[in-house]
């Protein structure tokens, strides 16, 4: 059974930084594309940032420049950076496990970041 544990959410001052942590139980961790996911308060839960197996990352245009996905295969962790985060930032970030080839999709219980003065 895999396990995705995210950690790092809170609140940070627009122009700060930020730093989301989520840690990865089971096997299947290598062969997955992982990533970040949002939802804000009304509205649908978006892709922020993904990074597969082979360390290919894609960004949503809105995080581009400010915001950094990378994984750690021997740690079995993904982690988000956020710089210069702004209000429209402010989501439960959710972190996701997939692996397309069997079918599979976990999600993490998600973490509050909240941008404000």
């Known amino acids: 059974q895999v396990q995705l544990v995210e950690s790092g959410g809170g609140l940070v001052q627009p122009g700060g930084s930020l730093r989301l942590s989520c840690a990865a139980s089971g096997s299947f961790f290598r062969v997955a594309t992982m990533g970040w996911y949002r939802q804000a308060p009304g509205k649908q839960r978006v892709l922020v940032a993904s990074i597969s197996s082979g360390n290919i990352t894609n960004y949503a245009d809105s995080v581009k420049g400010r915001f950094t996905i990378s994984r750690d295969n021997a740690k079995n962790t993904v982690a988000l950076q956020m710089n210069s985060p702004n209000a429209e930032d402010t989501a439960v970030y959710y972190c996701?496990?997939?692996?397309?080839?069997?079918?599979?999709?976990?999600w993490g219980q998600g973490t509050q970041v909240t941008v404000s003065s």
């Open positions: 996701n496990m997939r692996v397309r080839e069997l079918n599979l999709n976990y």
